[in-house]
């Protein structure tokens, strides 16, 4: 009786004889088992990307929109606070936009701009809550955020998006300093973030409170709001809430004056779409394993013809026919394991490449590494199977009259 080792020992020597053959063999299951990691590696990677992206624009809210300005030009703060005392809201951020003419005080130019520059500029009014969303992009890099104290009091601040404050002052910081907004002086208190991705709404823009905006700069009442939860458990109640308070706002009964955004359904859908898109992917690299499956059984069959008078010998001298099916089994097992570890390495090489060349980040499931090395192992079981139960079956005369 041969012990386990013995046979796999003798494995490794039987596929060493014929290395060229066992190298080339093995490419189907290495070009497999990469594709495999590969795909589903840089697929997660590059969703987990667009996810963080789309949770940029306010994964913890619900945006409310006015559709109809001929039923409602917008809302009112007494209206504004109903949305704020829903059960389940931490606080609304109104949104209002417009664009503006903007002033550089003469004594505040820097040197890139001699004397009075004048421009035009992307004005949003915004409350506190847009800076303390989820979204930790929408940060303030220098000074401070908008404050509850600006809203209540309609202060003149604002704070320059990054791209904004780059073409105004270049690399010079003007906290403290004045510009004028439609002849309104504003006193710059930050400079927000640089935001990347899909919402870079605030990069050139000027933000100031609703409150001033709607006072000072007569923008009108926002026809727009983020309502955000106080969290994710109760953003289901929060969402019935709010559509029945703007239906009741609206007098609409069918809906199609307003509409309601929430970034968690359009995060589900990406992830739904996403995932097909990956089980697709992992479609197609499981038929190339398939095919290194497939010339695994090959070798293996030209194997047994190739040793049959070996097998032939060892059945005469007492072998039993499951020794030679499990010998013969080992080494199409040992085959596609080396295979699927090397398609392992190559496959994460390649995926992190690609995170260096797509620039999102690299990551990796164990799951997908633990199921590749399985099925590694599984396909040298499937398609190893038959010539191992070919060589056990042969007949020791025959075999032996073959030498």
């Known amino acids: 009786?041969?012990?386990?080792?013995?046979?796999?020992?003798?494995?490794?020597?039987?596929?060493?004889?014929?290395?060229m053959r066992t190298f080339l063999t093995m490419l189907g299951v290495i070009i497999g088992i990469a594709s495999v990691i590969a795909l589903l590696t840089i697929g997660q990677g590059v969703t987990n990307s667009v996810i963080d992206k789309i949770s940029g624009l306010g994964g913890n809210n619900l945006t409310v929109s006015i559709n109809n300005r001929n039923v409602k030009k917008g809302f009112s703060e007494s209206?504004?606070?109903?949305f704020a005392d829903i059960d389940g809201v931490s606080g609304v951020s109104p949104s209002l936009t417009a664009s503006k003419m903007i002033v550089l005080m003469p004594e505040l130019t820097t040197a890139k701009y001699d004397g009075i520059y004048t421009t035009s500029s992307?004005?949003?009014?915004?409350?506190?809550?847009?800076?303390?969303s989820s979204n930790n992009q929408k940060g303030v890099a220098y000074g401070r955020g908008i404050s509850s104290y600006d809203i209540a009091y309609s202060t003149n601040v604002c704070v320059l998006g990054y791209e904004r404050w780059q073409k105004l002052y270049g690399n010079y910081l003007p906290i403290g300093e004045t510009i004028k907004i439609e002849n309104v002086e504003f006193t710059v208190i930050g400079i927000m973030n640089k935001t990347i991705g899909l919402d870079t709404s605030s990069n050139n823009a000027i933000l100031v409170p609703y409150s001033s905006a709607i006072n000072s700069l007569k923008t009108g009442l926002p026809t727009s709001i983020d309502v955000y939860f106080e969290s994710a458990e109760v953003s289901d109640s929060v969402i019935v809430a709010v559509d029945a308070l703007c239906a009741e706002l609206l007098n609409s009964s069918d809906g199609k004056d307003y509409s309601l955004v929430n970034q968690k359904e359009v995060t589900d859908v990406v992830l739904t779409v996403t995932d097909l898109v990956l089980g697709m992917l992992a479609g197609i690299a499981v038929i190339s394993l398939i095919v290194g499956g497939i010339g695994i059984m090959n070798m293996m069959l030209v194997t047994v013809t190739e040793r049959t008078a070996e097998i032939g010998l060892r059945k005469a001298l007492g072998a039993r026919p499951s020794v030679i099916l499990s010998q013969f089994l080992t080494e199409s097992v040992i085959l596609s394991s080396i295979g699927g570890i090397l398609g392992i390495g190559l496959g994460m090489l390649i995926s992190y490449l690609a995170s260096l060349l797509i620039g999102y980040?690299?990551?990796?499931?164990?799951?997908?590494?633990?199921?590749?090395?399985?099925?590694?192992?599984?396909?040298?079981i499937v398609f190893g199977i038959l010539p191992a139960r070919r060589a056990a079956a042969l007949n020791p005369i025959d075999a032996l009259r073959a030498q």
Do not use: C, H, P, W
């Not at 009786?1 to 290395?19: C, E, G, Q, R, Y």
């Not at 409350?127 to 303390?132: A, H, I, Q, V």
């Open 79 to 82: 209206e504004l606070q109903r």
């Open 122 to 132: 992307r004005i949003m009014g915004v409350s506190e809550y847009y800076f303390l």
């Open 361 to 380: 980040t690299f990551t990796y499931s164990v799951s997908t590494i633990l199921l590749a090395a399985v099925f590694s192992v599984f396909v040298g």
């Open 1 to 19: 009786m041969i012990d386990f080792f013995s046979m796999v020992k003798m494995s490794f020597t039987n596929l060493k004889n014929n290395a």
